[in-house]
């Protein structure tokens, strides 16, 4: 039976299992063949799992179409010249080895499993000239066929994403074996000192894998690929790609740098100049704020762990930086708000047909509704990298022992109180909270929920280190395992990393 595409933009239940079940039958149909046995003519395969969706439905689904017109028309490409994995040797194996035997490799089957995940997976942009700050996976469909190590990865991502969601052990268990062969052909490619630009696209694909579905190594495995990050980053641009997946995959790993670097209290490393974006956005200024939080984070650890140096002096000189930095992020937060407006407080009577009570009941009274995507993604920084700071003042002061904190000159402000800095710490972390709203709502997928990570974890670990948020910590909690619901399994190991405990001052005022 010859491999037919189904129009994947139409994201209608009856669509999607249709989707299903050709992917099911020609992985099913391809094992039997491997296995030496004969397809029985006008027989259906049963997949076991043939329910609906019940995903909530998707916007902007005439955006998504002309994705997965593009993809297709890739697969046909594909399709005309497939690459079979016994061509080519992967990290010293023998064509002949299982690692290369392993996995289907037909183009067509590959490329539908791709636009099915993608359509899950992407959030819907109204303007197709809006850029989604970090998407790497949209240049995924155009990088099948690379080579064998990059297609584990892809179908690994792939198939244990959709596995999960539609609770088909099968594919599931299909993307973790692929998992399993693109670390070892990883692994390969590291032992000969090799690098090429398909090992940044895999190490990209197994960090969202890990968040997707943590390995046995649990937050482990996901760190470990990050590290992988930096040291391929190092070597810089091989030229072979266009700046536009060249600048987005560049976004996406600086944005993973910059998690571990927050949760661990790391200065988040600084990549290679030549990879750095020639054009400049507002999501690239603002990611280089956050990196110079991590920073100043990173110092404040050495100085509580230091006992030998000198805390005043170096304590004072770091608490200048940090209000220094603060005058910056007012300076941007106007011309942000100049720029694209602040955000409307959420319509309910807009998707009130779209939400349960469940649901309503469990999101902020006030959220947020940006006017796209790309807005929420820099405004969120943006109250991110403010909360940081403030929790860097905050540490500085239990450090130094001092309720009082310098201010403004801008504002005409020359101190400051410990409770202040607490009360702008708490309106930065109800800002990020008012936010989560939007990345739920339909049309958002799962991108839209995993940028939801670093934000939501500074305002999980401000809720969770002081006492009289008790009430916020527990919401936060809650959209935890709401992420979780969502697909990604690593969501309460990453988020429930918390920093050391704070000193209490003798004189809180």
Known sequence: MPWQFIDSSNNSRSNLTQVKRHVMHEYMRQKRQDDGTQETEGKPSKSHNTRPRTKRPKAGQKTKKKSTDSTESECGQLAQEPQSCSEISISGQRPNSPLSQGIDYTPAIRCQLVSVFLDAYLPSVSNPHQRIGGDFTGALPFRLGDSPMLDYAITALCAVYVGSSWQDRML????VES???????????????????DMLYVTAALQTYEVVQPSQHGMAGWSAHVQG???????GRDGSDSALNDDELYRHMQMVIIAEAVVHRKSAYVPNPAWRPKTRTLFDQGLDFLVSGTSLMAEIRRLEQDRRRDKRTAGHRLLQECVRMEGELNIQYSALRSCMGFPDLWNTDEYEEHESDELEDLFFDDAF????FPVAQVYSLHWATQLLTYMAIERLCCILDEPVVPGQPSAFLFTRSYRDIIDLASSSAVMICQSVKYCFSPGMNAFGVQVLFVRLWLANQFYHARPGFEKEYVWCQRII?????SGFQGAPDFMNI???????????T
């Not at 599931?172 to 993307?175: D, F, L, N, P, V």
């Not at 509704?369 to 796209?372: H, R």
């Not at 395992?481 to 619901?485: A, E, H, L, N, V």
Request: net charge positive; glycine share 4%; aromatic share 8%.
């Open 179 to 197: 998992y399993a062969r693109a670390v070892q052909c990883l692994r390969g490619c590291i032992e000969r000192s090799t690098t090429t630009q």
């Open 498 to 508: 918390h920093w050391p405990p704070l000193r209490k001052l003798r004189n809180d």
């Open 481 to 485: 395992r709401k992420i979780t619901d």
């Open 229 to 235: 990050c930096r040291a391929l980053l190092r070597h």
């Open 172 to 175: 599931y268990r299909e993307g």
């Open 369 to 372: 509704c940006f006017q796209s």
